[in-house]
């Protein structure tokens, strides 16, 4: 940090509680429920509450748990898919100067227990759709934190496991009590853990500050009016909903909450609620257009669809448009709070045909208002790459959208922000017109003969031929080249194609050395955020 002097506009001109108060999205929920106390917050089916009970039920979650003694630096887990609870948390835990720490919901004992005795949870809150695996897990903890069952009226299964239930907590606490915001906005706020293909999980901790921004980041970049009207496709736990349980309670909208994302209940809800947005990896786009429910679909308003989370497919991009919904592609990390970077579109491109819109589209994009910096550039010499959408790179970032650091990993931490920018590990190329485009994650990328292969450009090609349903591309060893591109396709249903059609369609569409050589039909592992498991195919690529 460099110190500057001391000149006329610093002199008695300094910080004080008039004119500065830490940022923290905590100021957004009392703001909702001070100016639209009565306007509906969240929607989980009957059970609908205005912003005014909303808060009252923050304040008395985060009031109760200061009681139980949980402060500033302790860690309070939640394992709950997107039910009203995992909500409240986002608001009630760091009230009390705890940090969220939101599990995903199909992650398994082992790594729970990993987890939880890693960010030493004092209070884990947990739905009874996941009591067996959470009691598992529990047996595995250095210390028992005390257990919490959230008892939702829409969860299908489960058995109690705590000490109380979520509702019982809530009756402990102050639905008056003050609404204290944090010394600091340098505290944390939030605890998430990547999904640590290799190695264990890291856990990526985010501040007050940041928070606030890319909640007010992700309005500005999506253009999102007042109220929406919010669908929770995304998982909540997924880099805590991208921010999206901050930025709706900016907007005063409406959380319309959903256990899962089966197209029936999705497209239910959107024509019952009214809903005007939405988020999704790529996945959930494909599953909307292929369920059998959307060729009836008949919608009264365009939708907004946010997507991110894995490269969307140019084609998929262009049958969303067609059935309704305006998508905006966004890219980021758990490191940077979920989006930090969107293809933001320019008025002029509407001319192109529908298809190059769709490229363009495809694109990761540009910075987010509120980051500072995103480019491309050597890893070593942080020197970026020129714009010629040809010369390969590392994604990097730099501002105030990214995480402290990882928790108790001091060398994780040191290497991901070496030379002063925060490395992504996800390679691309920067275009003429400046907007980024990943091509791989680093251990994605194929290199045969020499030359480097874009797994995803690949898979944007399979995705264009009308049997895919779903498509991955591999490094698969080969004596002769070194790797080659192994596809793994899932048809649509009642669609047939053979490996050698499906060969002769990718040498049609480009450059031959990218084509795969292989073709395997199969169903396509995933994770819980709806992304490819890549490293699974890769050992199966391998031992062919
Ligand atoms: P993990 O998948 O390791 O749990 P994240 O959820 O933070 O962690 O995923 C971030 C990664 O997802 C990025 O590094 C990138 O590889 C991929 N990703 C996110 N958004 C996009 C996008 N729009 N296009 C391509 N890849 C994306």
């Not at 306007?39 to 200061?66: D, K, M, P, Y």
């Not at 409240?88 to 009230?95: D, L, N, Q, T």
């Not at 309005?219 to 805590?240: E, Q, R, V």
């Not at 928790?407 to 920067?430: I, W």
């Amino acid at each position: 940090m460099i110190q500057t002097p001391m000149d006329k506009y610093d002199q008695h001109l300094g910080k004080n509680d008039a004119n500065y108060v830490p940022l923290t999205p905590l100021s957004f929920l009392r703001r909702a429920a001070e100016v639209f106390p009565d306007r509906l917050a969240v929607i989980h089916g009957v059970e609908q509450r205005t912003w005014a009970e909303t808060f009252a039920r923050c304040r008395r979650l985060g009031s109760a748990l200061a009681a139980r003694g949980i402060k500033k630096g302790d860690t309070v887990a939640v394992m709950a898919p997107n039910v009203p609870a995992l909500f409240e948390a986002h608001f009630g835990v760091p009230a009390c100067g705890a940090v969220l720490n939101a599990l995903n919901i199909r992650i398994d004992a082992e790594i729970i227990a990993f987890i939880l005795n890693h960010a030493e949870a004092e209070v884990l809150i947990t739905d009874g759709e996941f009591s067996s695996v959470i009691r598992e897990a529990l047996t595995k903890l250095d210390k028992r934190p005390l257990v919490v069952d959230i008892d939702d009226q829409l969860a299908t299964s489960g058995e109690r496991l705590g000490e109380l239930t979520y509702e019982e907590l809530l009756a402990e606490g102050d639905p008056n009590a003050p609404w204290t915001l944090p010394e600091d906005e340098w505290n944390a706020i939030s605890l998430n853990y990547t999904s640590g293909t290799t190695g264990n999980p890291k856990g990526v901790v985010c501040h007050h500050r940041g928070a606030y921004m890319n909640a007010i980041g992700n309005i500005l970049a999506w253009g999102m009016p007042p109220k929406p009207i919010y669908l929770w496709t995304l998982p909540m736990f997924h880099c805590n909903g991208w921010c999206f349980p901050w930025s709706v309670a900016a907007l005063a909208g409406t959380n319309v909450c959903l256990r899962g994302v089966q197209p029936s209940a999705v497209f239910e809800s959107i024509m019952e609620y009214g809903v005007t947005h939405l988020c999704g990896a790529p996945i959930v786009m494909n599953m909307l257009l292929n369920a059998p429910e959307s060729e009836s679909l008949e919608l009264r308003d365009r939708i907004q669809m946010m997507t991110a989370g894995a490269a969307p497919p140019a084609a998929v991009l262009e049958r969303m448009d067609a059935m309704g919904f305006d998508v905006t592609h966004a890219y980021g990390l758990t490191e940077v709070y979920g989006p930090v970077t969107v293809c933001d579109w320019h008025e002029e491109w509407n001319e192109r045909p529908v298809a190059e819109q769709a490229a363009l589209k495809a694109r990761q994009g540009v910075k987010y208002p509120v980051q500072e910096e995103f480019f491309v550039a050597n890893p070593e010499t942080l020197e970026p790459v020129p714009a010629d959408g040809e010369t390969m790179g590392e994604l990097m970032f730099r501002g105030n959208v990214v995480m402290k650091g990882y928790l108790k990993n001091p060398k994780a931490t040191e290497e991901s922000f070496e030379g002063g920018v925060f490395h992504t590990g996800d390679l691309g190329v920067t275009h003429p017109d400046g907007y980024i485009e990943i091509r791989d994650r680093s251990k994605d990328i194929i290199i045969s003969g020499g030359e480097n292969i874009s797994s995803i450009e690949v898979e944007g090609v399979l995705y264009k031929h009308p049997a895919v349903l779903e498509a991955a591309v591999v490094a698969r060893p080969d004596d002769h080249w070194g790797e080659t591109p192994c596809a793994f396709v899932m048809l649509k249903a009642d669609e047939g194609a053979t490996e050698e059609s499906i060969i002769e369609f990718c040498r049609e569409n480009m450059a031959h050395y990218k084509c795969p050589k292989t073709v395997v039909f199969t169903e396509l592992p995933k994770t819980s955020t709806g992304k490819i498991q890549k490293f699974v195919l890769r050992e199966r690529a391998e031992n062919l």
